[in-house]
């Protein structure tokens, strides 16, 4: 009898465990719909009534409000750029923007207690909250801009046709081979561009840890009609560039620039937009997928054979069998012609073979990637960029990992006048050939290397 009902305690234990108590039961009951700019959100985490109050889920809400949403040991942090919150529970406090607001938190136990008063929402810079009378649903509207691209166009509409800017990278790389060093590099960038016609002055200075190693370099770069000349202070000399790759990058950087191509190509990853209206700016900001990513490489990947100097197709092209140029094995010049016009064709065809091949074999995954522009109001010219990627790769049994910090500021719009190639530039130029014979290299040394 004795374990009978021992048996028939636990059961009741277990039912007790089971079934929801009165509170969190009539927590259920209160529980209402969010509704996000329109949208309704769907989640296990919804808002209820609590004390006279809505609570409302601050991940649920941030996510669909297009803010960037982490979570480091028990912190949530949701942001924008313009606006960040840090919610900690366990500290009882809430952040916003460094600040510790004035309020009470958490305000339930609920989901780690990562929910957030009606009341408290309305006092954030671009949100607004209304209860519907029936108390069934929570409205949310923020400040986003609607039609996201009706305001691309206008962007591209805008008449800005020279700027400055300012640029500095900080990138990590580790590998999972741990007798591998990490390597730490920070390049800085200034630049001047002109974009009709095209015009360009860049200034680099790279620092880069390696293997316990510290390397510097600095570059200089001019691109103008009078060609393609770069600075390189490894030989303390400038390099005239080769006047094919110069055309390929002016026809590039056309394409590039062209209002239409641009609009058509961010319209792919048009969902992972948003632009957000404040006082005197907008603030743009721009996550991408997998899935998008290896979009935006395949439309690189499509420029890279016009740019491809011909010494570096010249081998593709001896792979090619069963082609020949040579006259004797021809019945006429027009079989010549065909062969050649066939060869060319099937040479692009490899490039863009290996290049694809070459994608796959890197097995690359996006796991965060974060774009924020901060643009004038009134003139829709760009101000600020800042950005942050983190994604792996993985090479045969090894896995990379790379972390990117981006910053930039530009200036000095439709101020550029000119860019003009120094004459002294121009004149003490050396040729690639010189170049590569500087490095310890002639050119059918430097193909295995870039080969390789």
């Known amino acids: 009898m004795k374990k009978l009902g021992s048996w ?6 277990l039912l007790a465990f089971a079934v929801p108590n009165s509170n969190v039961q009539a927590a259920g009951n209160d529980s209402m719909k969010l509704v996000v700019d329109g949208v309704e959100v769907a989640g296990y985490e919804q808002p209820f009534l609590s004390h006279g109050e ?3 889920p601050v991940e649920n809400l941030f996510k669909e409000a297009g803010y960037s949403v982490s979570k480091d040991k028990g912190v949530v942090t949701a942001t924008n750029s313009q606006l960040t919150v840090d919610f900690n529970a366990s500290a009882g406090k809430i952040l916003v923007d460094g600040k510790k607001a004035d309020t009470v938190f958490p305000l339930t136990l609920n989901n780690g207690g990562n929910y957030i008063s009606d009341s408290f929402l309305s006092s954030l810079e671009g949100f607004e909250v209304s209860v519907s009378d029936d108390k069934t649903s929570v409205q949310v509207t ?8 009706g305001f691309l166009e206008k962007m591209l509409d805008v008449d800005l046709n020279s700027y400055s800017a300012t640029m500095k990278i900080d990138q990590k790389m580790k590998t999972s081979n741990p007798e591998e060093e990490e390597i730490d590099m920070i390049m800085d960038m200034k630049m001047d561009v002109i974009q009709d016609p095209l015009a360009l002055y860049t200034s680099t200075k790279m620092q880069m840890n390696m293997d316990g190693e510290n390397l510097d370099q600095s570059s200089e770069a001019y691109l103008t009609k009078d060609g393609f000349f770069q600075y390189d202070s490894m ?3 400038w390099i005239k560039m080769d006047d094919e790759l110069t055309d390929a990058l002016f026809d590039s950087s056309v394409q590039q620039m062209d209002p239409l191509a641009q609009l058509e190509l961010t319209k792919k990853f048009i969902d992972g937009i948003h632009i957000y209206e404040y006082e005197d700016q907008y603030v743009m900001t721009q996550t991408i ?3 998008q990513f290896r979009e935006i490489l395949d439309e690189v990947m499509a ?5 491809l100097p011909d010494e570096t197709t010249e081998s593709v092209i001896q792979k090619v069998e069963g082609v020949s140029v040579d006259a004797k094995a021809t019945d006429s010049e027009d079989a010549v012609i065909e062969e050649e016009t066939t060869e060319e064709e099937v040479t692009d065809e490899e490039i863009a073979d290996d290049l694809e091949s070459i994608l796959d074999a ?13 643009i004038d109001k009134k003139t829709l010219f760009p101000l600020e960029m800042s950005g942050v990627t983190k994604m792996t790769m993985g090479i045969e049994d090894e896995t990379i990992s790379i972390t990117q910090l981006i910053s930039g500021a530009y200036s000095n719009h439709n101020n550029v006048e000119e860019i003009k190639i120094p004459a002294d530039v121009i004149k003490n130029a050396i040729t690639m050939e010189e170049y590569l014979k500087e490095l310890g290299l002639d050119e059918e040394e430097a193909e295995p290397e870039l080969e390789a």
């Not at 923020?142 to 691209?149: F, H, L, P, Q």
């Not at 420029?303 to 740019?307: A, E, K, Q, R, Y």
Request: aromatic share 8%.
């Open 362 to 374: 890197l097995d690359i995954n996006i796991e965060e990637f974060l774009v924020v522009s901060t």
């Open 142 to 149: 923020t400040n986003r801009v609607k039609d996201v691209e």
């Open 289 to 291: 997928t997998n899935e």
């Open 235 to 237: 030989v303390d000399k």
């Open 8 to 13: 028939l305690f636990a059961f009741v234990l």
């Open 54 to 56: 809505v609570l409302i």
């Open 303 to 307: 420029l890279l054979p016009g740019l």
